[in-house]
């Protein structure tokens, strides 16, 4: 497992005197032995919680999601107080575990929202009960019903879509939209290792992979990799 920690304070003073910086980093680092995990970065930020300006935030989640790594804070205050800024960390698409509050990791962190989001929440409860109706319909009317239930949502998802022909389509579609966004997601890194001297293919992928980068499969660069990368970037 590898981490990547995330640590905040309030003011400038609590920034140099180091205060409250220590305990989080202790959490964190107790957290990270129990699991067996390794801390590959490390990011600070002296911002108020109501602040949704969060640079340091930003660049830790950017590294996260580039190396597969998880996101680690020691307290959950340390985060926001803001809902939509919860959420929008919660879709980033980021693991993310607090180390007071291990439950609330990013599959449950929007539960801190329920306030904000009562609204939203009673809409999407209001659709689901609409859809669960239609599909008992479905079962008890037949064909004609499913006709009708389709402009609610398609049931079969993909397989409705194969039966029509156009699954592969999709699936390839989907394939490409990924490897794009994980292109884009590294196309500053790219630029921080050709800075560095790497202009050949293969040092780019060495680079690459010492760096922890996965590609959009997961696995390891190769020069192959790195000209398909490149391709995608333009560069």
């Not at 539960?111 to 609409?130: F, K, N, P």
């Not at 959009?216 to 990368?229: E, H, I, M, Q, T």
Request: net charge positive; proline share 2%; charged share 25%.
């Amino acid at each position: 497992m590898k981490i990547v920690a995330y640590r905040r304070v309030s003011t400038q003073k609590q920034g140099k005197s180091g205060l409250g910086l220590e305990a989080q980093e202790a959490a964190i680092q107790e957290f990270a032995q129990s699991r067996g995990a390794r801390i590959i970065r490390e990011y600070t930020e002296v911002e108020s919680g109501k602040t949704n300006e969060r640079p340091q935030l930003a660049a830790a989640l950017h590294h996260a999601k580039v190396t597969g790594a998880t996101l680690v804070i020691a307290k959950l205050d340390r985060l926001s107080r803001s809902a939509s800024f919860t959420l929008t960390l919660r879709d980033s698409g980021v693991k993310f575990v607090c180390c007071d509050m291990p439950e609330a990791n990013d599959l449950t962190i929007g539960v801190l929202a329920v306030v904000a989001q009562a609204e939203a929440q009673a809409i999407s409860r209001r659709t689901t009960d609409a859809l669960k109706v239609a599909r008992k319909r479905i079962a008890e009317t037949g064909q004609k019903a499913h006709r009708r239930v389709r402009r609610l949502g398609n049931p079969n998802g993909a397989a409705a879509l194969r039966l029509a022909g156009k699954g592969n389509a999709a699936a390839i579609a989907a394939v490409s939209a990924n490897a794009d966004q994980r292109a884009q997601d590294l196309a500053e890194v790219v630029r921080d290792i050709r800075a560095g001297g790497a202009v050949t293919l293969e040092s780019i992928a060495n680079e690459l992979n010492g760096r922890e980068m996965m590609t959009p499969r997961g696995g390891r660069w190769y020069p192959s990799s790195v000209a398909n990368l490149l391709r995608r970037l333009k560069a």
